[in-house]
C-alpha cells in the first residue's frame, strides 16, 4: 500500500511539473507540450484554444478536427474549453522503443478558418519498468582446474526506461568463490561478467547457487534477478572460437518467412563433450527474439515473422558459443533491413470544403490534404498533382501537407459542380500511387441578369377588344439558379394622351402575360409603344428590358360619313329652320354634265375606308348617275322636254368592310334653264313645304328681297371685277408684257352673261374668284350670313391663286334667321 501512494504521488508531481512547464509555441503553425507516460486517460496537455488565440466558438460543435497518423488516437480536444487531454494511457517503451526523445504529432484544423496547426506532445519517461533478463536462470560450467581470474559473460538485463530510470548497476551475491565485474561496451551499455576469485575443488562443492541483481537509477530503485548456477566439471583446454567477430547482413523487408538470413560458425579444438559447441542469443530485445530464431546445433538464424522497414530498419543482437566445458565465445549480429516501395502513398483529406460561391476569389482554400509514405528514400516520396483541366491548383503548405486553392473564376452557369482528383505517386518503380476526389459544389451568385427571348416584341390587337384581353406574353430567362433566377415583370412608367400607360396594359409579374385594361379604339390610339422590364431576385436585383409595339388593328365599326350634302334633318346652326339643298342643272345640259358631288368619309382606314358611292333611288332612275369612286353626280343622259322640273336623287355611301358599313345622301336636282324658272319652281316647292296656316304671299316676298339681294350683290361683284381689269390693265400699260398673268386670250365661252355683263365664277367653292384656265363658272347665292355646312373645294395645286379676297360679299347682308336657305349653283355649258 505505501509503494502504491508513493508512485501516486510521483504521478502528481510530473503532472504538476508539466502543468508548469509545458510551452506553446504558436510560430509557424505549431504548439510544443511535454506530459509523461502512463498518465490516466482525460489528463491536462495545455490550453490549446489560448496558444493559438483562438475564440471558443470557433471550437464548437463540428468547428475542428484533431487528426494523429497513428493507429491510435491518443489525445482529444475539448470544444467547450479548448484544452488538450490525454485519450488513452501512453506507454513511451512501447511507442518509442530505442528513441532517445519521443513526440507524438497531431494536426488540428479549424474548419471555418481553414487553417492547419501542428501540435508536438513530447512524452517523457518515468521509471515504470522494471530491469529484466531474459532468462531467469542460467548455468555455466567450470572445470576445477580453471584459474583464478577467469571472467565468464552473464546475461544482460534490459530495461526500456531512458536516463536515470534505465539500467544502473548489478550486484553479484551468494558464494565467495565468485566476484562480479562489469565491462563497458561499445556502445556504451553495461556488460556483467562473472570473476572466478577463489579456486574451485569439485569434492568440496559441486555445484554453486549465485544471485545477479540489476538495479535502474529510478526513486525508488526497481531491480530484477536471475539466478546463476555454476557446476564445477572436468578439465577443459580450449574454448569456442567463431570464425568472425561481427556478422552483418543486408535483406530486403519482403524476404519470405523461414528465410536462411546468415549463418554463424564456432569451432573448439577439443574433443568429445567438450567440444560439442552450442548457440544462443545473448543480448536481444523482445521484439528482435520473436522476428529471428536461432538453431543452437547449427547457428542458423532464420526468419519467424515477416520484416517491415517501417516499424524496425536494423536489429543487433549478440550470438553465444559455448561447449560442454563450460568456455564460451560471442559474436555481433547486425541485421540491416533495406526498404522495398511496398507502401502505396497515403492521401488523407484533413478539411474541405463541399460548398464555394463561384465569385470566391482566386487562391481561396478548398481543401487542406496529407500525403505521406511509410518506404524511404525516392519509395517514400510523395508527388502530388491535380487530374483534369479543373479551376483549381495545388500548393505545398509544410511538411507533408498540400492546399487546394481556386486558380481562377468560378461559373457556376458553366459547371455547378466539381469532382476534383488529387493523385498522389511515389518515386518507386514501379511507382505505387492512391488518389482522394474532392466533391464540391459551386453556389451561385446573382451575376447574370434577365434575358429576354427576343430582342423586341410586337403584336397586333383588334380593336374594340374586350377588357382584359391577353395581348402577348413576354418571356426571360435567367442563367442563374433559385432565387437569383426567379425572374418578375413590371411596365416602365410611360403615358398615352396624357393617361398613364398602365392604364391602358398590364404585365402580369410572374408569367410576364401582357393585358389590355380597357377597350381600345384606333381612331384614338395607332399603337402603343412600351418597355417591360424583367427583374431577378437577388440581392442587389439585376434586370433586362425589351420594347414591345403594340399595333392596333382597325374594325370596320365606323360607318361612311356624308359631309355633302348635309342631311335635311340637320337643324340650321343658330336656328330651329330647316334647311335644304337645292342643285341647278341646265336643261340643255349634255350627257356626262356635272350635277353635284357626294362628299363622305369614313373614320376608319384601310379597306374599312374604301368608299364606294352608287344611286340607290330617284325620281327619274335613267336620268342621273353616280361616279362609283368620286361621288360625283353627273347627267346619263341630256334632259329632254317630258322631264321633270324637280327630281330627288338618294345616293348610296359604302364602305369595304366586313360587314360593309353604308350611309345615305339625298340630293334635289332641279332643272332650269333662267333664274326666273329656278326662282319659280323653288317658289313652288316652298309654298309646298310651308305651313298650312302660313299665307304664300310671306314666302313670295322673301324669295323677291332675296333675289333682289343677290342680284345687288352680283352687280357689286362685277363692277368691282371690272375695277380690277382696268387696274391691271393699267399696270400691264406701265409694266413689260411678261410682267404679270393677265386674262388675254380666255375664250368667251368660259363666261356666263348675266344682264350683259361676264363673269368667272369658280365652282363648288365659297369663294368668288376669277381665273384664266377655268372651263366651269359657278355663283353661289346665299341669303344666311354664314354657309360652314358645305365642303369647299380647294384648287388644284397647278391652278393659279383666285383674283379676289376670301372673303364673301354676301356674308355682310342681313340675313332674316327665320328665314329658309337656299342655293344654286349655275354652270356654264357653253364650252360643250
Not at 486517460?41 to 463540428?62: H, N, T, W
Not at 483529406?349 to 465569385?359: F, G, M, T, Y
Request: hydrophobic share 40%; glycine share 8%; charged share 25%.
Amino acid at each position: 500500500m505505501f509503494s502504491v501512494g508513493r508512485r501516486w504521488g510521483r504521478r502528481q508531481r510530473a503532472l504538476l511539473w508539466v502543468i508548469l512547464l509545458a510551452a506553446g509555441e504558436a510560430a509557424w503553425g505549431q504548439l510544443r507540450y511535454s506530459v509523461p507516460e502512463e498518465m490516466p486517460k482525460g489528463s491536462f496537455v495545455g490550453d490549446v484554444a489560448k496558444d493559438l488565440g483562438l475564440q471558443l466558438p470557433d471550437l464548437g460543435e463540428g468547428g475542428f478536427r484533431l487528426i494523429e497518423r497513428g493507429r491510435t488516437q491518443y489525445f482529444a480536444l475539448h470544444g467547450k474549453t479548448g484544452h488538450l487531454v490525454t485519450a488513452e494511457r501512453i506507454d513511451r517503451e512501447q511507442l518509442c522503443e530505442r528513441v532517445q526523445q519521443c513526440v507524438l504529432r497531431c494536426e488540428l484544423i479549424v474548419e471555418g478558418e481553414m487553417q492547419m496547426y501542428e501540435i508536438q506532445v513530447g512524452i517523457t519517461d518515468i521509471n515504470d519498468n522494471a530491469p529484466s533478463f531474459r532468462d531467469a536462470e542460467k548455468e555455466l560450467r567450470m572445470t576445477e582446474a580453471t584459474a583464478s581470474g577467469s571472467r565468464f559473460p552473464l546475461p544482460h538485463a534490459h530495461d526500456p526506461d531512458l536516463g536515470r530510470n534505465s539500467l544502473q548497476s548489478y550486484e553479484l551475491s551468494g558464494d565467495e568463490h565468485f566476484s562480479l565485474a562489469v565491462q563497458a561496451g561499445p556502445g556504451g551499455d553495461q556488460r556483467p561478467e562473472l570473476v572466478l576469485a577463489k579456486a574451485l575443488d569439485r569434492e568440496e562443492a559441486a555445484f554453486h547457487e549465485l544471485v545477479l541483481r540489476a538495479s535502474d537509477g529510478g526513486d525508488p530503485a526497481r531491480t530484477g534477478t536471475a539466478r546463476i548456477r555454476v557446476t564445477v566439471v572436468d578439465a577443459n583446454d580450449n574454448a569456442p572460437v567463431f570464425s568472425q567477430a561481427e556478422y552483418t547482413v543486408r535483406v530486403p523487408e519482403d524476404v519470405p518467412v523461414g528465410s536462411v538470413l546468415v549463418t554463424v560458425t564456432a569451432t573448439d579444438s577439443d574433443e568429445g563433450l567438450n567440444g560439442e559447441i552450442k548457440y544462443s542469443f545473448q543480448k536481444i530485445t523482445e521484439k528482435a527474439s520473436k522476428i529471428f530464431q536461432l538453431d543452437s546445433h547449427t547457428g542458423v538464424i532464420i526468419l519467424f515473422r515477416s520484416l517491415d522497414f517501417e516499424e524496425g530498419d536494423s536489429y543487433q543482437f549478440d550470438v553465444e558459443a559455448h561447449d560442454g566445458g563450460g568456455f564460451f565465445d560471442t559474436a555481433k549480429v547486425l541485421v540491416t533491413v533495406t526498404d522495398v516501395n511496398d507502401n502505396a502513398p497515403e492521401l488523407t483529406v484533413s478539411s474541405a470544403l463541399r460548398e464555394i460561391l463561384e465569385d470566391a476569389p482566386s487562391g481561396t482554400v478548398v481543401a487542406l490534404l496529407h500525403a505521406q509514405d511509410r518506404d524511404s528514400g525516392s519509395n517514400g516520396e510523395v508527388r502530388c498533382s491535380l487530374e483534369g483541366d479543373v479551376p483549381f491548383r495545388l500548393e505545398k503548405s509544410f511538411d507533408n501537407y498540400y492546399r487546394v486553392v481556386t486558380a481562377g473564376e468560378l461559373d457556376r452557369e458553366q459547371v455547378s459542380e466539381y469532382n476534383v482528383t488529387v493523385r498522389a505517386a511515389d518515386g518507386g518503380s514501379p511507382s505505387l500511387q492512391s488518389s482522394a476526389v474532392l466533391a464540391l459544389r459551386v453556389l451561385d451568385v446573382n451575376d447574370n441578369a434577365p434575358v429576354f427571348a427576343e430582342e423586341r416584341y410586337s403584336a397586333r390587337l383588334a380593336e374594340n377588344n374586350a377588357a382584359g384581353a391577353l395581348v402577348l406574353t413576354v418571356r426571360a430567362t435567367d442563367a442563374d439558379w433559385g432565387q437569383n433566377a426567379r425572374v418578375r415583370y413590371r411596365l416602365s412608367e410611360g403615358r398615352v394622351r396624357g393617361a398613364p400607360l398602365s392604364s391602358y396594359v398590364s404585365v402580369q409579374a410572374e408569367t410576364g402575360a401582357l393585358y389590355a385594361l380597357r377597350s381600345l379604339d384606333y381612331e384614338q390610339v395607332r399603337e402603343l409603344r412600351l418597355w417591360v422590364r424583367a427583374e431577378d431576385g437577388g440581392a442587389p436585383a439585376l434586370s433586362g428590358n425589351v420594347s414591345v409595339l403594340l399595333l392596333i388593328a382597325d374594325e370596320n365599326d365606323n360607318a361612311p360619313q356624308v359631309l355633302y350634302p348635309p342631311p335635311a334633318a340637320a337643324a340650321w346652326r343658330g336656328s330651329g329652320a330647316a334647311r335644304s339643298v337645292v342643285e341647278l342643272a341646265p336643261r340643255s345640259s349634255p350627257a356626262g354634265a356635272l350635277v353635284a358631288k357626294v362628299v363622305a368619309v369614313d373614320a376608319d382606314a384601310g379597306q374599312n375606308a374604301w368608299l364606294s358611292y352608287e344611286l340607290a333611288k330617284a325620281t327619274e332612275p335613267g336620268l342621273f348617275r353616280v361616279g362609283p369612286h368620286s361621288g360625283e353626280v353627273r347627267t346619263a343622259r341630256s334632259p329632254l322636254a317630258r322631264d321633270a322640273a324637280r327630281h330627288s336623287l338618294v345616293v348610296l355611301v359604302k364602305d369595304h368592310g366586313r360587314p360593309a358599313l353604308s350611309a345615305t345622301a339625298t340630293l334635289s336636282v332641279v332643272l332650269a334653264e333662267s333664274v326666273a324658272e329656278l326662282l319659280a319652281e323653288l317658289g313652288g316647292a316652298a309654298d309646298e313645304a310651308a305651313a298650312p296656316g302660313e299665307p304664300a304671299g310671306s314666302l313670295t316676298r322673301w324669295l323677291v328681297l332675296a333675289v333682289a339681294a343677290v342680284s345687288c350683290l352680283f352687280l357689286a361683284f362685277l363692277l368691282l371685277l371690272l375695277a380690277l381689269r382696268l387696274r391691271r390693265w393699267r399696270r400691264q400699260q406701265l409694266l413689260p408684257p411678261d410682267s404679270g398673268a393677265s386674262l388675254r386670250g380666255v375664250p368667251v365661252s368660259h363666261f356666263v352673261g348675266i344682264d350683259g355683263v361676264r363673269a368667272f365664277l369658280q365652282s363648288y367653292s365659297h369663294e368668288v374668284s376669277l381665273t384664266a384656265d377655268s372651263r366651269e363658272s359657278r355663283l353661289r347665292f346665299s341669303a344666311a350670313a354664314a354657309c360652314c355646312d358645305t365642303l369647299p373645294a380647294r384648287p388644284l395645286p397647278d391652278e393659279p391663286a383666285p383674283l379676289l379676297g376670301d372673303e364673301d360679299p354676301a356674308a355682310a347682308l342681313p340675313v332674316d334667321p327665320a328665314a329658309p336657305s337656299y342655293k344654286i349653283f349655275w354652270t356654264d355649258v357653253s364650252h360643250y
